[in-house]
């Protein structure tokens, strides 16, 4: 073999800069489940201190803290030993529903690597995994990771996107949604549309449940409701509003599931399908942003349609074309961009 060392330096920097990102990960689960860098956004303090304000051991508090400022996830002191933390870095860390809060996404992490075994099986015989076969850490990340985009976006700028359906729901329109998880979309809209009525649907009976509740604790209960069903069989027509949120390249027929949308729908009525942002190639996909959604879609988007009926395997890097033509062969002639950010797509369908 004819090594160029240059090129293998370059390589191991890599290698160094993801071991380092991967064992770090575990520590941001435990930081964020112990609220330690909630504790320490509040004011510089020492491990003792941090310690006796979370109740932990200092010992182990020294060795996390240290990881972190290496890491450059909290700043270190050395003329005082203290540790502290940016306002950046707090509210990305420490200020659960900011825009910007990033714990859920490793929560997401925890299930990948817990998964190790079954994908491992799965790769070798074709079957899939499906999303109610995961670890609940993917449940509960998947709902922190996404709430703040959609807190950040649906209100002010997707729904405003969609041709004359912000007004419509300030006056009193019905909306479907589909493939809801944990209710967060659906509390979101119901909150920001007090003169609209919700109902969110998902084949996962455990996130309908948690739903339920959150609905509740939001004050929201009387004009949202939760239903267990499938895309594909989910009741009631005459929606002024279908949406789908980071869940169509989940599904095993997509297809189908836009025939039922247009089944569900008013004539006047429109589809809003959000998705991870992707280009339609590969070599255009090949970034940090198609990284982390090429790497979750292996263990979670591609093996949830492979267990489905129809196993369409869309995968989270569908893209717009593809999109499109999913949207086309349900019935649906009209698709267009509405919007989009870093990290979604926005389409409206309509018929």
């Avoid at 304000?53 to 050395?78: F, I, M």
């Avoid at 589909?178 to 455990?206: E, L, W």
């Avoid at 027509?237 to 390249?249: A, G, P």
């Avoid at 009209?334 to 309509?350: D, S, Y």
Wanted: net charge negative.
């Amino acid at each position: 073999m004819a090594i160029n060392e240059e090129k293998l330096n370059a390589f191991m920097g890599n290698f160094v800069h993801d071991l380092g990102a991967v064992l770090h990960a575990a520590t941001i689960v435990v930081g964020d489940q112990l609220g330690l860098y909630k504790a320490l956004a509040e004011e510089p303090m020492s491990a003792a201190q941090l310690a006796a304000r979370t109740g932990t051991d200092v010992r182990y508090l020294l060795e996390w803290l240290s990881a972190q400022a290496a890491s450059g996830y909290v700043e270190y002191n050395a003329a005082d030993k203290t540790f502290s933390m940016t306002e950046e870095q707090a509210f990305a860390l420490a200020m659960e529903g900011s825009p910007a809060f990033i714990p859920g996404a490793f929560q997401v992490a925890v299930d990948q690597f817990k998964s190790i075994p079954k994908m491992a099986k799965a790769f070798q015989t074709g079957l899939g995994v499906g999303w109610h076969e995961h670890d609940a850490a993917l449940f509960h990340g998947t709902e922190r990771f996404f709430r703040p985009g959609y807190a950040a976006n649906l209100v002010s700028s997707w729904i405003p996107a969609l041709e004359g359906m912000e007004k419509r729901l300030q006056q009193g329109g019905r909306v479907a949604d589909v493939g809801c998880g944990h209710g967060a979309s659906t509390i979101i809209m119901a909150q920001a549309y007090p003169q609209s009525t919700f109902i969110g649907f998902d084949y996962h009976g455990p996130s309908i449940e948690h739903a339920r509740a959150a609905a509740k604790d939001a004050g929201v209960q009387d004009r949202v409701d939760f239903e267990v069903a499938s895309a594909k069989e989910y009741p009631g027509s005459n929606y002024d509003l279908v949406t789908v949120f980071d869940c169509l390249h989940d599904m095993g027929d997509p297809v189908g599931a836009a025939t039922h949308v247009k089944q569900s729908l008013r004539k006047d009525g429109a589809w809003m399908i959000v998705e991870p942002f992707a280009n339609d190639t590969l070599e255009d996909n090949l970034n940090p942003v198609g990284r982390i959604f090429y790497s979750a879609s292996s263990f979670i988007c591609t093996p949830a349609s492979r267990s489905q009926e129809g196993a369409a395997c869309l995968g989270a890097q569908a893209g717009e074309a593809r999109l499109r033509e999913v949207t086309n062969k349900g019935g649906f002639p009209h698709f267009r961009r509405a919007t989009q950010t870093p990290f979604n797509l926005v389409f409206e369908a309509r018929l």
